[in-house]
């Protein structure tokens, strides 16, 4: 077997797919890759999505810096009711065989894949903000509401083999998952009420937080095991004058294992000569010098059957007469967090190599943005492209998001 070379980077984007959906390729309908004994394909990504936070309030979290009393109220005066943050990151390394037959038939060929995945999504109330950033001077006499709210992040690799459509790239992938890291909390009711003076509150709670086994944190350490399925499936309509794709992406669970601590809390609390101050003054955020009652809760060691966050797309599109293509999308995810994601995208393939698309998004973890795509295929050899899902809120500090995806394929 020939040496190859493939990287694949993404830096930051709305979502990564495990297995390769080349569009162009699709598209155009070029099978001249089928004489290619073989693909080997490295992918990668990070990704930042929200209805309500800015990018400026993510980059002083992640690079550095004040976040000042002018930015919290700015941000604050962005929030609504309930708000929604989604954080992805994932690399894979898949093998694709295009000299064996699958089942006698030299149409398919087997594909494995490797994949390292994070994944947070955040529901949160605009109180809980202004509470953690604020303090509660501003709710003196009335509640702040936090029901609702939860949080969650997931660390898990996958290792999947599964069968793949030689021209047009259809596949489907079964994985064994194995849970690294895992902290999970869900807030069903609770509210904060501050006295018109300001000396006491009185907190009501009730919900649970969940973190995997703590001895077992490594990359496949093992703290949890599961399965999952990935489907792309790429469907020519009309001889190629419309195309239909379905697309199902990590349908699936993880057992996590019996030293999965449980916390779990259903109890009133009240204080008198409290004050709650800002999130970034650690020495004088909360003091509270004479508690009346202790904070209940209680904790248990036990295994935890979570499901995987799994996206299902369907997408249609349909040729122009001058040979482009118009293409219209629907995404949902498993997740409460997460509404539906609307799509339309215009495809331009002119003659050459390259494949050139427009597209706009509405939904998912954010709201409207507009992208551009770029795609190149050197016959035989080099698959490229280059995704910027937000093309302004990703260089502009008031976005609230940003998305980029870079690929790099090669036959061999």
Not at 122 to 137: P, R
Not at 256 to 285: H, M, R
Not at 386 to 400: H, I, N, S, V, Y
């Amino acid at each position: 077997m020939r040496k190859v070379l493939l990287i694949l980077f993404v830096f930051i984007c709305n979502n990564v797919m495990a297995q390769l959906n080349p569009t162009q390729l699709i598209f155009r309908s070029d099978s001249s890759w089928l004489p290619a004994s073989s693909m080997l394909v490295f992918q990668g990504s990070m990704s930042y999505r929200s209805n309500a936070i800015r990018n400026e309030m993510i980059n002083r979290f992640i690079i550095g810096g004040e976040i000042d009393d002018a930015l919290i109220n700015k941000t604050s005066d962005d929030l609504i009711g309930m708000n929604r943050l989604g954080i992805n990151a994932a690399s894979s390394l898949s093998y694709y065989n295009f000299a064996d037959t699958l089942l006698g038939s030299s149409k398919w060929g087997l594909f494995l894949n490797l994949e390292q995945r994070f994944d947070i999504h955040s529901t949160f109330s605009k109180d809980l903000f202004n509470i953690a950033f604020k303090g509660n001077e501003e709710y003196a006499g009335k509640s702040a509401y936090f029901d609702g709210s939860a949080f969650e992040y997931l660390q898990y690799q996958k290792i999947g083999v599964g069968f793949f459509n030689k021209k047009n790239f259809s596949n489907l992938a079964l994985s064994y998952v194995n849970g690294q890291n895992m902290v999970s909390t869900q807030v069903d009711e609770s509210r904060l009420f501050t006295s018109a003076s300001g000396d006491s509150l009185y907190m009501q709670y009730n919900g649970s937080v969940l973190v995997s086994d703590t001895t077992k944190n490594t990359f496949f350490s093992g703290a949890g095991t599961g399965a999952a399925i990935d489907l792309n499936w790429n469907i020519a309509l009309r001889d190629e004058d419309a195309f239909l794709m379905l697309k199902i992406h990590n349908l699936g669970f993880i057992h996590w294992n019996d030293q999965t601590v449980n916390y779990v809390a259903d109890s009133s609390i009240s204080y008198t000569g409290v004050n709650i101050g800002n999130l970034y003054d650690p020495e004088n955020f909360i003091e509270v010098p004479s508690p009346r009652d202790s904070l209940q809760y209680t904790e248990s060691l036990k295994e935890n059957w979570m499901s995987l966050p799994a996206r299902f797309e369907i997408a249609l599109a349909q040729k122009t007469t001058n040979g482009n293509l118009v293409e219209f999308g629907i995404a949902e995810m498993n997740r409460q967090n997460f509404a539906p994601e609307f799509s339309l995208a215009y495809h331009i393939l002119p003659d050459g190599p390259w494949m050139f698309t427009a597209k706009t998004r509405y939904g998912g973890y954010g709201g409207f943005r507009a992208g551009i795509a770029a795609e190149f295929y050197a016959a035989s050899a080099w698959y490229v492209k280059l995704e910027l899902d937000d093309l302004l809120g990703g260089f502009l500090p008031q976005g609230k998001g940003r998305a980029l995806r870079l690929g790099i394929a090669r036959f061999f």
